[in-house]
């Protein structure tokens, strides 16, 4: 029956052409059909339960800036230096300053701690709470460039991240293109196949013309492919001769009932 619906679906057909066509489907062989052997029934072992997904990375954002002012006296505190320490470095501080300057460092020394004995505040106080200071400010530092290392790292992972996806983006572009390019082959070739026969039924010289212009066209993009020119059509042959018969001759050979 394959060929029977073959021919049926190629040229159509009505009741006469179906009568022919039962009575060739018994001179054709008859069709094997090859039915598969039915499988053996096996119980299906059950599926092993998915591993779970590992957690999705959290989501890539933008560092928020932070202010390049610094409350040293908040670092401070926060790192353990209390304001009676703070205050007796900047009793140092503004004492170092008012000196003259071009007093030897002896007497520089001198004058500080007679000046610090005078008010009763020891020396090494000062100097306890200097050191707090100092690794105080210094461990700050530490942390401002741990964490300004971490945005660094984190940018470059998600820069990486982006550039493979943009390689991946133009990969999938240049492939969308070169496929297109193939269909785009293959749709030209199928119309130089059907042009030709709209080619060879033309009849006006404007059709003919249109055709050579396409075939041209057709040839410009596919270097290497001949055009097709369909030779004229005997138009002589349904041109009249003087010594052809006439219409009504013809009737009068035949023969009406």
């Known amino acids: 029956m394959g060929i029977m619906n073959f021919l049926k679906g190629l040229f159509g057909g009505n009741k006469q052409q179906d009568e022919e066509l039962e009575e060739m489907q018994h001179v054709l062989p008859p069709s094997r059909s090859h039915s598969p052997a039915p499988a053996p029934s096996l119980a299906p072992a059950p599926a092993p339960a998915p591993a779970p997904a590992p957690p999705a990375p959290p989501a890539f954002r933008i560092a928020p800036r932070t202010p390049t002012t610094v409350d040293f006296p908040a670092v401070l505190r926060r790192a353990g230096v209390d304001a009676e ?11 170092l300053r008012s000196l003259p300057a071009d007093a030897p460092a002896i007497v520089k020394r001198q004058i500080v701690e ?3 004995t005078a008010f009763d505040v020891p020396t090494q106080k000062i100097i306890d709470a200097a050191t707090l200071e100092v690794e105080a400010l210094e461990a700050f530092i530490a942390a401002g460039g741990a964490a300004t290392q971490k945005i660094l790292n984190d940018g470059t992972d998600r820069i990486a991240e982006l550039e493979a996806e943009i390689a ?3 990969a999938s572009m240049a492939t969308s293109v070169a496929d297109q390019q193939v269909r785009d082959g293959a749709t030209e070739a199928q119309i130089s196949g059907v042009k030709p026969i709209l080619a060879f039924f033309a009849q006006t010289p404007s059709e003919q013309a249109f055709f050579a212009q396409s075939n ?3 040839q410009q993009s596919h270097a290497g492919v001949p055009p097709f020119f369909p030779p004229p059509p005997d138009v002589g042959f349904f041109e009249r001769s003087p010594s052809s018969s006439s219409g009504l001759d ?5 023969e009406i009932d």
């Open 250 to 254: 013809i009737l009068d050979d035949v």
């Open 168 to 170: 991946e983006i133009r």
């Open 216 to 218: 041209a066209e057709l």
């Open 85 to 95: 320490q703070q205050q007796r470095v900047k009793k140092a501080q503004d004492l």
């Open 114 to 116: 007679a000046a610090f």
